[in-house]
């Protein structure tokens, strides 16, 4: 193979046109990528680019996807270990290309080993400024906003990192609709006030203040998880909360046991099969409280509570307790959308919202959102 004699290495922290999506830390040497979407974009003038990645797990590979002006050109998994990939090769040297390089993984917090960190890219040619979009969004979730069960076969039931996706994900579609530059902040099986499983910890709030604190371990303590997100950095036009999920399906799990404390914890129906009007309470307190949260930190945002890719059980009460919250506080800026349900044409893996249901939900959610931004 013939060898690329004008290819320049390039520390991340030493290039002056890089935009970086998603929370990190702001270290450049090297930059942990730690949430679903996270990335890092570049406009490349040039033949053939590289980037040097360092990969990591214990039982969850990282994986990415390349985007080259727009559209998705591959997608892989990451091994362990620290090495170069190529990004393209062979292209026009006069042509500019956007590249950006994403996370297609969620944060993994039941593998402390799991991370992805990018050191430097390697190009022969020169990078420009990256523009800035026109809004900035939040979207915060559960599976369905981490994109799992976007790729596969809709046999497919195994929980591995090869059936997530964050580029045919409703929140990437929705963001990419309004010319929007995007976050995501979700975990598989967690609510806003237990996991599916009535784990109480396992709930996105809790968490929501850091870096990354949904994470574990002594590697992820060192890379800067648990430090607190700085949120002036970043200030969103909208942030989408896409929870509810998983606390319904609390109600029909069984009890989870703390087995350091001996503890339990139960979202109880009722005989008839309808909810504990107590439990019901919790949950929409839970509501409130991440509202009250999401406001102190979001001073200007509008916030819009999705729900309804899968079913919509829990719809009567985040429609009460958003209600509820606007009253309490006079906050006008916040909405409830029902987005559609996935259907035996639209699911995908892991009985999941396909790339069809995702395609449906951002159509209907950037209509409504861009009626918003239009105000």
Known sequence: ?????KLKVHPLSELDHLKVHGRTTGCLSPLTLFWTGSAI???????ELWIEVESDYDNYEPW???VINSVPVSRQMLTAGRYWVCVFRGMNENTVKNVRIVKDLQAM???????????AVKADGEFLPVDEKSFKMEFIGDSITSGEGIIGA????????????AINNYSTLTAEALNADYRIISQSGWGVLTSWDNNPHANIPEYYDKVCGLLTGDKNEALGAFEEHSF???QPNVVVVNLGTNDAGAFHSPEWKDEGTGQTHKQRLNKDGSYNEEDLGAFEEAVQNFLTK???????AHIVWVYGMLGIPLMPAIYRAVDIYMKKTGDKKVSVFQIPNTTDETVGSRSHPG?????????ELSGFIAEILAR
Not at 41 to 47: A, F, R, T
Not at 294 to 300: A, G, Q, V
């Open 109 to 119: 917090s039941e593998d402390p080993g799991h991370s992805l960190q990018i050191h």
């Open 355 to 363: 790339v069809l249901a995702h395609q449906k939900a951002a159509q």
């Open 232 to 234: 002036d950095s970043w």
């Open 1 to 5: 193979m013939m060898q690329n004699e």
């Open 154 to 165: 809709k046999a497919e039931e195994d929980w591995i990192p090869m059936w997530f996706s």
């Open 64 to 66: 990415i996807s390349i």
């Open 41 to 47: 974009e570049l406009n490349v003038k040039g033949s």
């Open 294 to 300: 999401l406001r102190k930190y979001n001073t200007n």
